[in-house]
């Protein structure tokens, strides 16, 4: 336990759980905050998946945004307005201390597998400008996935939020926010030039074709798409003033995620006929057979060199966002040795990040070096998002309880119709848990209880076994910030 003078030394660097000093120069403005939260929920990397549905592509993702995205934003920006530092304060002071840290836990278990796949596609774009050979390589992929990762943490380390949140910035501008308009201004002149659109783009077609299960499948998988826009609250004390500002930071994010995820789509399906979208080439191959129509493939190389910088600077997010988070719930409620509460000089998790980068090392040589690892990947990673949405399960019940067990606590910012809200968004993030347990294509002939009971076997272990057993080892001496009267449980 944190002596009332150790406390005192600590004033400067961290004190209680959402009392933390922040200097000046620490803080960032709400703009920054809300490109942060674009860039690690949207980007181009799933449009060409999404133009194969033409106009439907527009659906697939308002219907994800009405029932999750926009509910799960609102939500937040009502929590965070009353009580900062992030959802495991909020699910700490909605249902109790112990499902804080696992709430924090399902956040950052995420990450695990969440990283070697979107360094994947950091490798893989490049690769596919320079040498497509190279694409396909798994030791070339595996490596940059090493080096990308642990250079993030060394720039994580040196610079804290500041520069992060400046990359960030500058990543969703460059790489996601200009090629995006550029798209789908191209797609624009396609039409105006008079040409028809390879997608039938008439009210007949605003809905997806039925094909049973596979279409529920579709439609509830965008909700885990849409998931992300809760976890830099765990940066509202980075505001100046946060009860204002991250209200504004949620609405323009919700805004810029809609109109990244819809509109790219919807241009590269009125140039490229759905038969010809290559979703394994991908975004880059879109972009090569639109700039292609208007003889501007010199600009292929520029555009795969900004995504690669989008795609970076999300990576950069979500490497502040969880690991935070979890090492501010370890701090006050000691729920993880002290080695792993350590940060440097400019309060950086340092050692939780260094052993997650061993486990993404150990991952990427796996996935490099053992082909049943890398055909299994996609099972890790459905048991990882499942664990994640479980998030949303605490966020939605904590809400709603702490509206009617706090009613007068201060907020600047009031959700209407959060019941309501929270109603709609606990039942789409149920249903996208429950989708999961569907096997996927990838599956083949294997026979779906068995993909049942790994993914339910996964998300056991990874969801309860795992964050349980580190709520039953806790010990008093590993808290190192002494919570204040109101925060203690």
Sequence with gaps: MATESDAGDEQARTTAIGKRAVPATSYITWTALALMTVSSVASLRPAPTMAVYGLACVFLYVLPAIVF??????????????????VYRWVTEGISP???????????????????????????????????????????????????????????????????????????????????????????????QGNPSAAPMTGGHLLPAWTGIASIVLIVSNFGACSGMEMNAVHVNELKEPG??????????????????ILPPLAISWVVPSDQISLTAGVMQAFEVVFGHFGLQWLVPIVGLAIVIASLAGFMTWLSGPSKSLLLVAQVGGYLPPYFQKTNK??????????????????????????????????????????????YLWLFVAAYRLRK?????????????????????????????????????????????????????????????????????????????VATPEEKS
């Design 69 to 86: 995205l926009v509910p799960t934003a609102l939500v937040s920006a009502e929590l965070a307005s009353g009580w900062s530092s992030g």
């Design 98 to 192: 112990n499902m804080g840290f696992a709430a924090a836990w399902h956040q950052f278990a995420m990450t695990i597998f969440y990283y070697p796949t979107l360094l994947s596609f950091v490798a893989s774009t490049p690769a596919y400008v320079i040498n497509p050979g190279l694409a396909s390589s798994v030791v070339f992929t595996a490596v940059v996935i090493i080096v990308v990762y642990w250079s993030g943490v060394l720039l994580a380390l040196r610079g804290g939020i500041g520069v992060i949140a400046k990359l960030a910035s500058s990543g969703v501008l460059v790489g996601t926010l200009i090629p995006g308009a550029l798209l789908v201004l191209l797609g624009v002149v396609y039409l105006l």
């Design 244 to 261: 204002k500002q991250f209200p504004r930071a949620m609405f323009l994010a919700v805004i810029l995620v809609l109109v990244i995820l």
């Design 346 to 391: 400019v309060g950086v998790q340092q050692n939780i990040l260094v052993v997650q980068g061993w486990v993404t090392t150990a991952l990427a040589l796996l996935f490099a070096l053992v082909p049943a690892v890398s055909n299994a990947y996609w099972i890790f990673m459905t048991i990882t998002t499942s664990v994640y949405l479980l998030v």
């Design 405 to 481: 067990i706090a009613p007068d606590h201060p907020r600047g910012y009031r959700a209407p119709a959060l019941p309501l809200l929270c109603g709609v968004g606990l039942v789409a993030s149920i249903a996208a848990i429950a989708i999961s347990f569907v096997p996927p294509s990838q599956f083949g002939g294997g026979s779906p209880w068995v993909f049942v009971g790994i993914v339910g076997g996964g998300i056991l272990l990874l969801g309860l076994i795992i964050p349980g057993l580190l709520i039953w080892l806790r010990k008093p001496s590993w808290q190192t910030v």
